[in-house]
């Protein structure tokens, strides 16, 4: 039997027709990737390099997507809101500050929902019922000080106690006793390191945060504490903003304008 002839106009068979459909998958699945990480990293400034390369994809050219480190230095000294990634970072390098002043039993840096959170002890900074500083807390709050410094992000500073109650003609309940405390750390931070007012505020919780049950010394001890807040990137954004701009006007004035003498 012969064997049929090909007819002049007939295009040759092609084997490796596969190819076509496998690139058009990897196109989509990069297109795909590019998408998932743009969602997962809000970020303005990445979020467009994302779209430009995805761009070149869906018109034919080779995407180029900047290279950038996951954590810029940038962002946790003033180039940004933070996010937990490079709430970590400064976590780390505080804990490792720490170690070195050997404080481990005096400051507890944790990140949770809000941010970073920094546990100071009673015993770090105050005479039990007192609010004012005592010498010995400077060298304490001058580290988490260092740890900090040249951040844009909104700090809180928030006061606790135990469950017991006070009642003194300056404290008459744990309330004021624990926001006199925050405000005592919001003038230090203020006077001693030059920290914008209009980034840091005071709250006092009284009893009413613990982080253990005040049913022994030693919880009530971990309970009698100020806790310095960065504030992470979602609930920094959501703090109210001034009805007018008074920056320029709060730079001009020293920090013994801003918070008075110290005490």
């Known amino acids: 039997m012969m064997a049929r002839k090909r007819k002049p106009f007939e295009a040759p068979d092609n084997a490796e027709r596969w190819l076509l459909t496998y690139a058009d998958l990897i196109t989509l699945l990069l297109a795909f990737f590019i998408v998932m990480y743009s969602m997962s990293q809000i970020d303005a400034k990445k979020f467009g390099h994302v779209a430009e390369a995805l761009q070149g994809v869906l018109r034919g050219r080779d995407a180029i997507v900047p290279k950038r480190s996951i954590i810029d ?12 990634g490079n709430l970590r970072l400064i976590q780390s390098r505080l804990q490792q500050s720490i170690a070195e002043a050997h404080l481990e039993d005096k400051i507890t840096p944790i990140i949770d929902e809000r941010g970073l959170v920094v546990h100071v002890t009673e015993s770090a900074l105050f005479d039990e019922a007192q609010a004012d500083l005592k010498q010995e807390a400077t060298p304490t709050l001058n580290l ?81 504490r100020v806790d310095i807040v960065v504030l ?32």
């Open 144 to 224: 988490v000080a260092a740890s900090l410094k040249g951040l844009a992000e909104i700090i809180r500073i928030e006061g606790h106690t135990d469950s017991r109650p006070i009642n003194t003609p300056r404290f008459p309940s744990n309330w004021e006793l624990s926001t006199a405390r925050a405000a005592t750390v919001v003038r230090f931070f203020i006077r001693e390191h030059d920290w914008g007012p209009d980034q840091i505020s005071a709250l006092g919780y009284g009893e009413f945060r613990p982080l253990k049950p005040n049913d022994t010394p030693e919880n009530m001890a971990q309970n009698r």
């Open 73 to 84: 230095r940038s962002d946790w000294e003033g180039g940004g809101p933070l996010k937990i």
């Open 232 to 263: 992470a990137a979602n609930l920094s954004g959501s703090e109210p903003s001034p009805a007018y701009n008074y920056s320029d006007t709060m730079r001009k004035k020293s920090p013994a304008e801003l918070v008075g003498p110290a005490p």
